[in-house]
């Protein structure tokens, strides 16, 4: 099955892991992965909190590119598919303003009918893919080792446009986990937020919040942290050593993974194949536990 | 100068159905970790005609985009939606915001992307880009040129 890859700025200008670690995992599931040529910024943010029309243009947009494509469109990150989720949702209530974003992308010779098919990294994986598929392609699984599910924000939430998973009780992460031979349970601050658009107007404030979030998992004796949002993987991996000071606990280690790079190595892939050598936070444990190449 | 349109005239919040029950600032993560946050008073303002008030201060620049809020209400309200436009109308009326945005704003207009792909640093200190990934030239619009003028247009336009 072919989709049209949405990286996203995020993704695309730092996340390198998880592209690449996205790269190299889907085809050996039998997903082909096609570039979007002339792609842009989804717009969410900063023009969701600037200008509606800009935001609305910015995602239609890149909808109408997957619209020529003639492929279901695969954002990677939670934000960016929200983002497109929303703006569907929107122009469908809104004919007048479909008309009025047409009327703007008309300059680029683009045209968004609204008859995308948007899919979450989720339902790739855990609806699409499925169980069978994914223990069939795996040669090293992770045994041994206890995982906490960070879904993010913007895949459970709104559930009136539409979430890849339930919105106070999320389940495919902790599922896709498993199927790896890991375990995965349930707590109490999973649905919780990791702070990161706060970045922007108060960054102690973001520290703080996913302060909580990395003291919790922790205190519950799980491995690691791990999710598909960049997001998400930005404050809590990139940022952990920000957030040691913040909290004032040098010791507030947890080890952070993007899911497709435990699935990579379960595959028995490579770590500079899945960009692990980018992931700053103290995850050389867990990869001398997991072995294998 | 043009009359920029009133802040009411582009307002549209279910703010009078909030009976302040409260389930917003008991699942957002801002209202407990600053201070002066919650978006129950944030409704509570709107409901109140005063989000002239709101759109001075700095508070509405303080939500975090977690949607428990839009999720939970049981008015359906969206406190998240109402910080949303009260951002979009501060702007508008340019009034004082988190410098972060324009320069988001700029780089996206003139580039694509809200900023150019950066070199990253491994654990052992080793600086990576794109390429030494192995990673395909990040996209960008074809014809830069008509993408930039539509959003230049779009945000010169009298609308929020
Ligand atoms: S969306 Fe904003 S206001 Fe609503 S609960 Fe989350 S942080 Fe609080
Ligand atoms: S959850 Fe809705 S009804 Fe309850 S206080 Fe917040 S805005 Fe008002």
């Not at chain 1, 029309?53 to 954002?75: K, T, V």
């Not at chain 2, 978006?39 to 002239?52: C, D, H, N, S, Y």
């Amino acid at each position: 099955m072919k989709y049209a890859l949405y990286l996203g700025c995020t993704v695309q200008t730092e996340q390198y892991g998880y592209e690449a670690s996205v790269r190299v995992t889907m085809p050996r599931l039998g997903v082909e992965l096609v570039d979007m040529a002339g792609a842009s910024c989804c717009g969410f943010p900063p023009f969701s909190s600037v200008n509606e029309l800009a935001w609305l243009y910015s995602s239609a947009r890149n909808m109408a590119i997957a619209e020529g494509m003639g492929l279901p469109l695969f954002a990677l990150c939670n934000g960016c598919h929200l983002s497109f989720a929303e703006t569907k949702h929107m122009l469908e209530q809104n004919p007048e303003m479909k008309a009025k974003v047409n009327g703007k992308l008309a300059k680029e010779g683009l045209r968004y009918e609204g008859n995308v098919r948007l899919v979450h990294i989720f339902e790739l994986l855990h609806d699409i893919t499925g169980k069978d598929k994914i223990t069939t392609a795996l040669s090293n699984p992770l045994k041994g080792l206890r995982f906490a599910a960070q879904p993010g924000c913007h895949a459970i939430r709104p559930s009136r446009v539409g979430r890849p998973d339930d919105a106070e009780n999320p389940k495919k992460l902790d599922d896709l986990i498993t199927w790896l031979g890991a375990e995965s349970a349930d707590y109490p601050e999973k649905i919780d937020c990791c702070g990161s658009s706060l970045a922007v107007a108060a960054g102690k404030a973001t520290l703080d919040i996913a302060g909580e979030k990395l003291k919790a998992v922790k205190r519950r004796g799980f491995d690691g942290l791990v999710t598909t949002c960049p997001f998400c993987f930005k404050v809590y991996d990139n940022k952990q050593r920000a957030i040691q000071v913040t909290v004032g606990d040098r010791e507030l280690e947890v080890p952070v993974f993007y899911y497709t790079q435990l699935l990579g190595l379960a595959m028995g892939l490579k770590q500079e194949e899945l960009g692990i050598d980018l992931n700053q936070s103290p995850v050389d444990a867990v990869l001398a536990k997991i072995g294998g190449a | 100068m043009t009359q920029k349109k009133s802040p009411k005239a582009v307002f549209q919040a279910n703010a009078e159905a909030c009976d302040q029950c409260g389930k917003c600032p008991s699942s957002c993560p801002v209202t407990i970790h600053v201070e002066g946050f919650n978006p129950r008073q944030i409704i509570a303002k709107v409901a109140l005609g005063r989000e002239a008030d709101l759109m001075k201060s700095q508070v509405i620049w303080t939500c975090t985009s977690c949607l428990k809020c839009k999720e939970r209400c049981p008015e359906e309200i969206s406190p998240y939606d109402v910080i949303q436009a009260l951002r979009r109308i501060a702007i508008y009326l340019e009034l004082p915001h988190p410098e972060g945005y324009d320069a988001s704003v700029k780089a996206v207009v003139e580039t694509g992307v809200v900023q150019q792909p950066q070199l990253v640093r491994t654990r052992s200190k080793e600086r990576k880009d794109r390429k030494s990934m192995g990673l395909p030239p990040a996209e960008k619009p074809r014809d830069m040129a008509a993408y930039t003028e539509t959003l230049r247009e779009i945000l010169g336009e009298e609308t929020v």
